[in-house]
């Protein structure tokens, strides 16, 4: 029974390919054909996400739990389906041939590197399907060919320790490890990057690596941080020009090298676990620390670790004494290592990470700040809780554990630092971006302060910094969490702040309250509305483009001193048949002119603009208009965006974000088109005297 998520090869377009499976109900077998041109691809036998198939023969639906346990007694294997080839015109699909099956029938090498697959289920799939050891994620083919590369590893290193000699380096035997510079040292480095090539040959290498159809490629597994189960997986040709193959490997690994900065200080690389003490002392620390329980780096780390030490034991010793990496130290906070409990993982995490910001105020100098990196993502956040933006166990932790460990918080810089194109969080991951924390430590004598005066400091300083941030166009995405520096700021210059019964105020509250105060900046904000479009926010936040009753929308356009006709013949809101609701951007018919006072069509048609036409689109909305109105629509969008954001609405909240971001240059074309504009020039010049 084929476990094939699809039988489609090639989406591309007049290139179309797909596997024919053929079925012998007599013999109950199924032979597979290629078939390209014309046609439509058979059904897939996967019929929902995870292990959830049909029977291709019989039609049968087949429990998951079957799946399951007959994988897990070895009772699932793989089959040749197709096989591709570089024709002169593209790539070309054919059926498998007896050779080409027979090719793959290889024994499993002797002591290929393995280890067991780490328990963490969110990110380790493959042993629920038996494929409980590293070995198990490759073919006998692959694990032959790594094997072959890998162990040549040792002796490219030691040709390319001759070859420095013979051109003259001095034969210095002091290897890398001890700071060496000569022959050895070089072609321990030769052999480190060769190694390099191996792991990334692995990536590529694996039976759970994906085939591309839209690009007619072999995909590499880690193209997020997690080992899922791929059912059909493409072999590549290790040997061959194409992705995943050794010399295109080589070429991609030197890219990377090229780009090492080029300096004269070596760097030094020591192996610390974080909350101990390393010695080091009056030193400068940036960090990029681990985020509560975003993801297992250990558990992962194995699959390239073994790979790793296959090729280079002999190298570094010391380094690869262990057969998988050290897990018990490591800060996250994972129930699966604490008896699937999560208020243990909890404990674990905090304690640690209180520890780790203790060693660094002993190791760091007090005149010169300790910069924190945090990655924050939207999927962190707990749904269902208020102010769920900073409410996240994570900022939570890392908050208190800095502030605890004697540090305050003198700023925050959003920073776009991560690849954009990580598929964790396609779709979405715009709405990510890394934080970085500013600390200085907190003098031993600060004092304490109290709830009130905390509010009453968040309320004066609060509002300039934000007005700070917009200005300087900060993406939407980023406002709640800078907010967190200045907010933060104020509660981290004090040694407490006390609540009205004596206790002191705990990180989570003093979150919440700067979220309050966020809020009040916003709702501000809604006094420079109009106010029909004040009325039309109102709508927005509390129904989206939903349809509400008439009666209803009436008794809240009269609260805003407003009334819904007048907008629906501006083409705003959709009234009629007794429900009301707002009309979303691509509804609003384009022939309708921008009321430039009405902030929230202009508003909307921006947006729209940015969706469908970009920049330029924008711009030529606002070229022609004179004030500050299209400004006001840019806040407008700021505002939005941080209601479509608390309230889960991913794809508006990146609507709003995308056309704030891109201000700066939607201004800048504008200035442009208005200067290219045909000016009608007086008669006289009046400034000339
Ligand atoms: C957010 S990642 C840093 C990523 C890094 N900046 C990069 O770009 O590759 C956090 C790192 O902390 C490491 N880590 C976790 N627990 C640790 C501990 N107890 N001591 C030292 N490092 C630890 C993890 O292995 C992981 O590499």
Known sequence: MPLASSFVLSKKKGKEAWIEPVLDYKSKSISFNVKTGEGEPPESSKTARGAKFKCILCGNSVPSDYIKSEA???????????????????????????????????????????????????????????????????????????????????????QAEKDAIASGMSNDPTPLSEGGTGAKAYGQAVGVYLAFVVDRLCDFSTAVSRWSISNEKVMNLFSKQAIPMTWDFPETNILGNSVGG???????????????????????????????????????????????????YADLSDFFYVWLRQSLKKTYPSLFKTMLVPKAEELIATPYRHDGSKEKARVFFETGMLQNFQQINKYTRDDIPVTIYYAFKQSETEKGEKNTQTASPGWETMLSAIIKAGFSITGTWPMRT?????????????LASSIVLVCRKRPEDSPQTTRRNFVTELKRELKSALQKLQRSNLAPV?????????????????????????TSMSVRSALQIINQELDVYFNEQDGELDRESRFCVELYTQYAFNEIKFGDADTLARAKNTSVKPLESCHVLYAQKGVVRLLPRDEIP???????????????????????????????????????????????????????????WAQEAYAYNSLVIAWPEIQSKAAELQNTKPVQHTLFDTNEE
Request: aromatic share 8%; charged share 20%.
């Open 72 to 158: 897990q007694n070895k009772r699932m294997g793989s089959t040749l389906m197709a096989v591709v080839a570089e024709g002169k015109h593209g790539r070309i699909y054919l059926p498998p041939d007896a050779g080409q099956i027979n090719a793959a029938n290889v024994n499993k090498p002797d002591n290929s590197p393995t280890g067991e697959i780490g328990g963490d289920r969110r990110a380790l799939w493959t042993p629920l399907y038996g494929l409980t050891h590293f070995s198990d994620l490759f073919t006998n083919r692959q694990l032959t060919a790594l094997m072959a590369f890998s162990n040549l590893v040792g002796k490219a290193q030691k």
């Open 478 to 502: 980023d406002l709640a969490q800078s907010a967190i520096g200045p907010g933060m700021g104020i509660y981290s210059r004090y040694s407490q702040v006390l609540e009205a019964d004596g």
């Open 590 to 648: 384009t022939s309708v002119k921008s009321h430039e006072s009405l902030i929230w069509l202009l508003t909307q048609q921006l947006t729209h603009a940015m969706e469908s036409g970009g920049v330029v689109a924008c711009a030529q909305m606002i070229a022609p208009m004179f004030g500050s109105n299209a400004e006001r629509a840019k806040d407008l969008a700021y505002r939005l965006y941080t209601i479509a954001e608390r309230k889960g």
């Open 418 to 430: 991560e690849q954009s194109y990580r598929s964790v969080g396609l779709g979405t991951n715009a």
């Open 246 to 296: 050794f010399l295109s490997i080589v070429k991609y690994i030197c890219d990377c090298i090229l780009r090492l900065p080029l300096v004269k200080e070596k760097g030094v690389v020591k192996q610390y676990d974080a909350q101990s003490d390393n010695g080091l002392r009056n030193i400068m620390v940036s960090t990029d620390p681990p985020y509560y329980d975003n993801i297992g």
